[in-house]
């Protein structure tokens, strides 16, 4: 991430992505062509299924490289200073007067411009 250039794709690490993909693909079928089991079986095949597809798509360059974009924003993120409830109330407050008064505004100025174009036109 940090000038880092992009790493070349072995051919291994497509083959793991495509693997990857199968994976993900044949789960969402299986759960159509099993529709007569219960939905809790299922439910479970494809979250199975979604793990085994991100731990072999975490073994690839790509896949330790986005890990690691996660792992820095999950960092940033937690650096962020988030507003408390109450600015969070009064900025909600403003938002919605000003909203107000400009919709009255807007409204003013429709009726305005209709009584007037209505004046022209008689």
Request: hydrophobic letters at 60%; zero cysteines; proline letters at 2%.
């Amino acid at each position: 991430m940090a000038g880092k250039a992009d790493a070349t794709v072995s051919g291994m690490d497509t083959v793991k992505l495509a693997v990857s993909i199968g994976i993900l693909v044949a789960s969402v079928l299986a759960f159509y062509v099993f529709a007569d089991q219960p939905l809790l079986y299922r439910v479970l095949g494809i979250v199975a299924a979604i793990v085994l597809a991100a731990v072999i798509a975490l073994t690839t360059e790509r896949g330790r490289s986005f890990a690691s974009f996660m792992q820095d924003a999950r960092t940033e993120v937690r650096k962020m200073v988030w507003p408390t409830r109450v600015e969070t109330l009064q900025t909600t407050v403003v938002v919605i007067v000003v909203v107000v008064i400009l919709a009255l505004f807007l409204w003013i100025v429709d009726r305005g411009l209709t009584t007037l174009i209505q004046f022209v036109i008689r």
